[in-house]
Structure formats: C-alpha cells, structure tokens
C-alpha cells in the first residue's frame, strides 16, 4: 500500500512537558542538538509523512521558547497542555477533526531520533490489521522489580520497551483516553488508554536509537546517535 493510498492522518505531538528529570534551565525539549530544539528533531519526520495533513502540537500555555524555534509551518496548530502528558494528548485530540483525519499519530517531542521509515512501517502495518499499534523494541535485559532488593526477576520474553509514535484510530483514542480518565485509570501512553478498553493493540518493532531524551547523559548518546546516522 503506497502512503499515498493512506487516510488523512492527524499528527500530535505533546510537547508541553517542564522535563524536571533532565535538571536543565529550560524545558529538555528546547535543549539545542546538532543546531537544532530537540522539538524541531522531532517534528521534522513526522510532518515529512505525506499522509499527515495536520500537526497538533500541545505547549504549556505561557511557553516563552516556541516562538524562536522557527517551526511556523500553516499544518501546525497549537493547543494547550495540561497537568500531565495524557491531559496534553487529549486536548490536542479534542481539537482534531476524527472524520477529516480518521487517524491520529502521537509523538513525543523528547523523542527526536525516530525514523520515517519507522513511523511509514507503524502506519503500513497498522492499516494492513485495522487498528491501531505503537512502535517498540523488545527489552535486552534481565528485568529486575525492587527498591534497593530485588524483589522479582521479570520475565522477559514478549516483553517490549513501548516507544512513540503511536497510532490509532482518532475518534476512538479519543473516547477511551476520556473513559479511562474517568474511571481514575493512570494512563503513560496512548496504547495504556487502547488496552484498558480491551481494544488490540499491534507492537511493531522500530530502532532502539528512537531513545526519549530523559536525563541529563541522554542528551550526549542522542548526539553520538545522530552523528552516526548522518
Ligand atoms: N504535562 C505534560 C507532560 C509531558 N508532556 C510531554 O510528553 C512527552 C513525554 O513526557 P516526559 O518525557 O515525561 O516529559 P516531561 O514530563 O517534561 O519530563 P519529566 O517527567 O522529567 O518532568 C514530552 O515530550 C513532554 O513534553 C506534555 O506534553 N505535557
Ligand atoms: C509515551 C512514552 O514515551 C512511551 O514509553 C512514555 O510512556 C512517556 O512516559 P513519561 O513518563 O511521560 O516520559
């Protein structure tokens, strides 16, 4: 299926986050990578997806950074975030238009090295079953629970590392994400929203360099990344 067969896709992108874990002066996702706002990484491969008609980007209210990164484009509307990452993902959601752009990319704007070809196969596959799925990778480790002792070895196959994009249907994120916020159901991605209303979800496997910029020492491996993907 070529992209260009694909439905209009709404692209979100929720960058309204104050990055407390990265202990920078400013927001991590204006931190300056190769020249360029970690925001400005992340929106480019999303917006070079010919099927994505319109990005909705959601920004703290009195964000004083945005303005000088440049990224103007007329297929981006911002909206406002909210207390949390789930709360900035459904205003955004609430601004879409589910019949003009059936479906609807979300992405993190910490997340600036995903690559197109990643998100085209997270759309391709997705389309192919008929509903929606998240770009993963599956976990390397051993998975340890605990504080300062172990508490439990966690078993490790089919378990997944889930990344961004994630991709759904619009109308349906929408109305799960609102259900599972009223049943006080603690939602850390779109897919958390999709599995507790029993919707399937498709894990497909994309780059483990597609890191989201957390901590401090992630800043320096995302620019090693880059450099080696140059
Ligand atoms: N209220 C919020 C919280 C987070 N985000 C966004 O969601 C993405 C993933 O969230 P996370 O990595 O947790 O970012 P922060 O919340 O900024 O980080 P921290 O938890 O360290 O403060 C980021 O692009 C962030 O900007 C958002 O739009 N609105
Ligand atoms: C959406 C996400 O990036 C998938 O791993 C992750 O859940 C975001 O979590 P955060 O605590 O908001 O960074």
Redesign the pocket.
Known sequence: MSLKSFPAIAAV??????????QADK???YLRLHGKTILEH?VKPVLAISAVQQLYL?LSPNDPYFAATGLTAENIVRVD?????V???LNALLAIDAEKMPWVLVH????PLVRPQDIELLIQRCLEVGHGGILATPVRDTMKRGQSLINATVEREHLWHALTPQFFPTALLRANIQAALAAKVVITDEASAMEWANEPVLLVEGHSDNL???RPADLQLAAFYLEQNQ
């Open positions: 992108i929720p960058a309204a986050g104050v990055g407390q874990r990265m927001p991590k996702q992340s959601a975030g909210g207390a949390e990452r709360h900035s993902v993190d704007a910490a997340r989201k910029i957390t």
